[in-house]
């Protein structure tokens, strides 16, 4: 007797293509808003440590009359060059792999599992073990699958078939507990991690110490 295995409902199916736009989208997205805690630490102390590396390098012209030292001079590029980057990945001017680009996911959200495919491969996950899914996300446009802290699946709300928001939030709160986070929503802000806290203490650290440096 031969027991054939029962599918899988699709509660949920969504075809997203992967463009320049929802990249843009979600790089904004990752640096001001989920990871906005850890962008305003770049940014804050990468503008400090290239300001007093200007200064450093000022009062070493004046002081000794002489060329800043080649150490100086890097610090501050190297600086410059992250407050640079980061705005631009703010502002969404990221780079697209060409291979990438155009290639269409599709998301379908069963009772059980989600599993999102394209031509090349497919990726399931079990609601009962979720440790490879950090959040989920949701926001006007967009859900996204948040894989790490930079990394995740886009999911185009105009993608879906037969899509009901309020049904598709409750199904998302339902499956993804904690793990669910409601952008939507400007009351819940996402709170700040340990690892964010310790980030910043020793970035500000390591300013103390160069400007104790400079000033011996």
């Known amino acids: ?10 509660l949920y199916k ?5 463009t320049k736009e929802n990249l843009q989208t979600f790089s904004k997205f990752i640096w001001l808003k989920y990871n906005k805690f850890r962008y305003l630490e770049i940014i804050i102390f990468s503008c400090l440590f290239f300001v ?10 004046v002081k000794y009359h002489k060329i800043p030292n080649t150490f100086t001079l890097i610090f501050v590029l190297i600086f410059a060059v992250v ?7 703010a502002k969404g001017n990221v780079k697209i792999n ?3 680009n155009d290639i269409t996911y599709k998301y379908e959200f069963t009772e059980n ?14 609601y009962t073990d979720l440790s490879n899914i950090k959040n989920i996300c949701n926001t006007e446009k967009y859900i996204y699958i948040m894989i790490n802290n930079r990394q995740g699946f886009i999911v185009d709300k105009r993608g879906f078939e037969n899509y009901n928001d309020q049904d598709f939030t409750n199904y998302l709160k339902d499956k993804f507990n904690d793990k669910y986070i409601n952008f939507l929503d400007e009351t819940k802000k996402k709170l700040y991690s340990i690892k964010d806290i310790i980030f910043c203490v020793i970035l500000f650290m390591m300013f103390c110490t160069m400007v104790l440096s400079f000033l011996n």
Do not use: D, P, V
Not at 14 to 18: I, P, V
Not at 83 to 89: A, D, E, N, S
Not at 113 to 126: H, M, P
């Open 98 to 100: 060409s291979q990438a």
């Open 14 to 18: 969504n075809e997203t293509k992967f």
């Open 113 to 126: 599992y989600l599993l999102i495919s394209t031509e090349l491969a497919s990726q399931k996950f079990l």
């Open 83 to 89: 407050i640079i980057k980061m705005i631009k990945l």
């Open 1 to 10: 007797r031969r027991w054939k295995m029962k599918e899988q409902k699709n």
């Open 52 to 61: 007093f590396g200007i200064i450093g390098a000022i009062s070493q012209s």
